[in-house]
């Protein structure tokens, strides 16, 4: 049991009810091992206090969530998510992330290949102070639908050309989330060019429900919607990653529930579907 786990990690917005204190109880009594911690759980902390926090409960610090959201429209616009992506990268320096998983932005009504343009400058804006701060970066390619303000980048084929833009930095990557990508008919494709590439950063679980009642916060726990999920992980271990399988799941439904519940199901979920 505790080899099925060894890559099972959990988000903190996964169950957002819960302090990230009670995140650190209750992870590592289901056999989680990996914690990805979004920003919003560090505010008002000491982050040191956190890196200590984590460690002593046994967890590994698999990446930050999250970076990015570089356009705008104006260049005071851009320095400030520059400004806001330099700050992630100390936190996550500060809390022993190697990684900071970014959501890249996008601007309604300014065109997807601008936008796409000011990302690749966003970062290598950024670039230097990741690499001196040992922080990778991952290009999570987001669901179309998300095109108009969340990212201009939707595919694994164009989180890869970004990559190529920026002279394939080792720090670069692509975060691969099987909500966003799954539909892809490139997608073994480009899992396997990023296996070739050394850019599989990440690896993002969760399940695309029919119908789906929110964009946002409507998406499924592994088993309840119609992505091939062991499809994929063959996939991406094919390639060799070994990193943790990380459970993203933003849920109006399972927040209303019992986390401790909620925890349990993943936990058994993940079970059955790696056993
Ligand atoms: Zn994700």
């Not at 669901?143 to 080792?170: F, K």
């Not at 088993?223 to 271990?237: A, H, L, M, P, Y």
């Not at 094919?238 to 349990?264: C, M, P, Y």
Request: net charge negative; glycine share 8%; hydrophobic share 45%.
């Amino acid at each position: 049991m505790i080899f099925l786990m060894r890559r099972l990690c959990v988000h903190t917005i996964t169950t957002k009810p819960l302090s990230l204190e009670d995140c650190l109880v209750q992870f590592p009594q289901r056999g989680v091992s990996g914690i990805t911690i979004w920003r919003q759980a560090l505010e008002g902390r000491n982050l040191g206090t956190v890196a200590r926090q984590v460690r002593d409960a046994g967890l590994e610090v698999v990446s930050l969530c999250r970076g990015g959201f570089f356009p705008a429209t104006t260049p005071a616009g851009r320095q400030t998510a520059i400004d806001d992506n330099l700050k992630a990268i100390e936190q996550a320096h500060a809390i022993g992330a190697p990684l900071i998983v970014l959501v890249c932005g996008a601007v309604p009504g300014q065109s997807l290949v601008e936008s796409r343009k000011q990302i690749a400058e966003g970062i290598a804006a950024v670039l230097p102070a990741a690499e001196q701060a040992g922080v990778k970066l991952a290009i999570e390619p987001l669901h179309p639908m998300y095109a108009d303000d969340r990212s201009a980048v939707n595919t694994m084929r164009q989180a890869h050309e970004i990559c190529d833009a920026l002279g394939s930095p080792i720090a670069v990557g692509i975060a691969v989330d099987v909500y966003h990508v799954w539909w892809d008919p490139e997608l073994k494709a480009q899992i396997d060019l990023a296996g070739q590439t050394g850019r599989l950063h990440a690896f993002h679980i969760c399940d695309w429900k029919t119908p789906t009642t929110d964009f946002l916060n409507d998406r499924g726990l592994m088993g309840e919607g119609c992505i091939n999920i062991k499809q994929i992980s063959d996939w991406v271990d094919a390639t060799g990653f070994t990193g943790h399988r990380e459970v993203e799941i933003f849920s109006n439904k399972w927040w209303s529930v019992d986390q401790n519940e909620f925890l349990d199901q993943i936990a058994s979920t993940y079970a059955r579907l790696y056993s």
